[in-house]
Nanobody
Framework: QVQLTESGGGLVTAGGSLRLSCVAS???????MGWFRQVPWNEREFVAA????????YYGDSVKGRFSISRDNAKNTVFLQMNSLKPEDTAVYYC?????????????????WGQGTQVTVSS
């Protein structure tokens, strides 16, 4: 079974930066990967996604120009660099993997999910 483990969350002031990491279990890292976020009582929101080859990336409108997704397939790891953080970025961030190499912006198309890491941005 595929297991995803996020790390790097924490408390940061507005305008600061954080870098999230997600490590996938196993020796095969051929999945398209995405990041989503969710706050209590709100619907899960798409943040960013990257294909296996890194040839395709997508970003949610609210994070374009501030967040950057990347991956290191040799280390089974995907990253989310978050800059110019705003209080509205506060959420639990989840990494997710598809069962194929391509990516979408729809959470229903992702097969595997991490446990989440909390990001809190203070004003």
């Amino acid at each position: 079974q595929v297991q995803l483990t996020e790390s790097g969350g924490g408390l940061v002031t507005a305008g600061g930066s954080l870098r999230l990491s997600c490590v996938a279990s196993g020796s095969d890292f051929t999945f398209g990967m995405g990041w989503f976020r969710q706050v209590p009582w709100n619907e899960r929101e798409f943040v960013a996604a990257i294909s296996w080859s890194s040839s395709t990336t997508y970003y949610g409108d609210s994070v374009k120009g501030r967040f950057s997704i990347s991956r290191d397939n040799a280390k089974n790891t995907v990253f989310l660099q978050m800059n110019s953080l705003k209080p509205e970025d506060t959420a639990v961030y989840y990494c997710a993997a598809r069962a194929e190499r391509t990516v979408t912006t729809m959470d229903s198309t992702y097969s595997y999910w991490g446990q989440g890491t909390q990001v809190t941005v203070s004003s």
